[in-house]
């Protein structure tokens, strides 16, 4: 999973592939062949929705603030957590997944 993370200046990148209108809203795993996080929601893709919905998770998950800074027309995305280490994201995101 340390794949899809990045160490940037102001924090930590996550690749992620999004899939919007699903039955539940969950961290699925990780995709080797994509290199990202794989992440459903419920939030339809239409008006900036599902987009919302993947920050809010994440803000929640994470506790701090997250931006999306690629791929707001896409099922990739990357999210950047403001002031977070690699190391504390992947350990709140593999607990997660361990629930």
Known sequence: ML??????????????WAVP??????????????????????A???????????????????GGKVELVKGAKSRKKTLLVLGATPGEVSDRLNRSLKT
């Open 21 to 42: 209108n699903a039955d539940t809203t969950a961290l699925v795993g990780y995709d080797e062949w994509k290199g990202c996080i794989r992440f459903k929601t419920t």
């Open 3 to 16: 794949n899809a993370l990045r160490e940037v200046e102001k924090g930590v990148e996550i690749d992620l």
């Open 44 to 62: 339809p893709a239409l008006k900036d929705k599902a987009n919302k919905a993947v920050i809010e998770f994440f803000e929640a998950l994470l």
